[in-house]
């Protein structure tokens, strides 16, 4: 069974950063693609960042490339995403996902999901 877990979000004022986590178990990723997706009410689900196997490629949605940044540790089984510059408009639930096989920044090339952490900016 795998397992994705999130952690570290929470309130931040505009401008500032904050850094979540997710943590993967049941299955290693070392050589998968791991993915941030938000959602915000009444919106669909919209892509982030995914970084792929070993570090090689990483994508950013356009609405956070030069503020976000996203990383991970095979040895923890953990991919993180580093948000600076923080707007109101970032406000919304994030979840982590990932796939051994695909990658892309459609959430159809998704296995695994977790369950979200939410991140509220106020401005």
């Known amino acids: 069974q795998v397992q994705l877990v999130e952690s570290g979000g929470g309130f931040v004022q505009a401008g500032g950063s904050l850094r979540i986590s997710c943590a993967a178990s049941g299955r290693t990723f070392s050589s998968g693609t791991m993915g941030w997706f938000r959602r915000t009410p009444g919106k669909e689900r919209e892509f982030v960042a995914t970084?792929?196997?070993?570090?090689?490629?990483?994508d950013y949605a356009d609405s956070v490339k030069g503020r976000f940044a996203i990383s991970r540790d095979d040895a923890k089984n953990t991919v993180y995403l580093q948000m600076n510059s923080l707007k109101p408009e970032d406000t919304a639930v994030y979840y982590c996902?990932?796939?051994?096989?695909?990658?892309?920044?459609?959430?159809?090339?998704?296995?695994?999901w977790g369950q979200g952490t939410q991140v509220t900016v106020s401005s």
């Open positions: 996902a990932a796939d051994v096989f695909r990658y892309g920044t459609s959430s159809d090339k998704y296995s695994y």
């Open positions: 970084i792929s196997r070993s570090r090689g490629r990483t």
